[in-house]
C-alpha cells in the first residue's frame, strides 16, 4: 500500500549490536585454565548457527571440539564441558550412563531444546520434527516442553520472538546471571525439580497448546547443568539482539567452569 498507510505496519526489531564475549577472569591470558568444549552434532543445525558460541570460546584460549564421534564416551574423557543442541536422535543406555558420569566428575553440561517443529515437503506434506532431549534431561530432573511460547501483547517484532527476564534467583554453584532482557525465538518451556530458574518470560506470554498465559521457565541451572528452551538466541543474526550477546556469554562462561 502507498504511503502512509504502509507506515507501521512491519514492526522494527530491536538494535542488533556487540559481540559475545567473555570476561577476562575466563580466559586463559586471564589465568584461567585451559578448557576443552565438546558440542554434539547431531542435532539439526548449521555450524554457523554455533560459530558466536565457538568464536567466543576461542578467542578466550580454549579448545572446541565438533562432534562426539562413534564413542561418545572416549570423547567425554577429553573434554571438560558437553554442548547439546536439539539432538535429533536418541541416545543409548551406555551413552546416558556415559554422561552422567562425566557430569558426576565434575563436566559441564548445556542443554539447548527446542520445541517440535512442523516441516512443509516439497511436495506439500508435512513432517513433525521432535527434539530427542528428554533422555538425557530427564536424568537431572529437567523437562523440555514439546510447544513453543508466543506472546501478541510484548515482543520483538514477531509473536514467536519472546522476551525473558532474569529472575535474580541465586545457587551456591550457579553463577548469577547479569542481563536485563534477551529475546528468544520460537521457545519452549523449561520446568527443573531442584533447579535454579534464570529467565522467565513475561505473564502475558502464552503456550502454542492452549491455557491461560503466564511467566514461563525457559533457563535454568541445576548443579553444573544449564538448560535453555531455545537455540536461536547464539545463531546470526539473533546473537547479539537486546541482550543476547551477554546471555550467550554467559553460557560460555557456565561451559568453561569457575
Sequence with gaps: PPTPYAEGVVADRIAA??????????????GHEERTVLIEETGAFDQSDIRQLVRATTMAGHDVQLGSGPDLESSLNGADAYVLVAPRTGFSNSEVEAIKEFTDNGGRLILLGSPDLIRVGPLGGTATVETDMRQVA?????VFGNRYLFDTEDNDANHRQIFAEPTNETFPTVPELD??????????HVDSNDGTVLLRTPETTKLSSGG???AYPVAVADGNVLAV????FVAEPNHNV???EEFAAYVVEFALGA
Design 179 to 188: 542481563t536485563d532482557r534477551v529475546v528468544l525465538s520460537t521457545a519452549t
Design 242 to 244: 537486546a541482550d543476547n
Design 212 to 214: 491461560e498465559a503466564d
Design 17 to 30: 549490536e556487540g559481540n559475545v564475549t567473555v570476561s577476562e577472569e575466563f580466559t586463559v591470558d586471564g
Design 229 to 232: 528452551g531455545d537455540t536461536e
Design 138 to 142: 530427564g536424568e537431572y530432573g529437567i
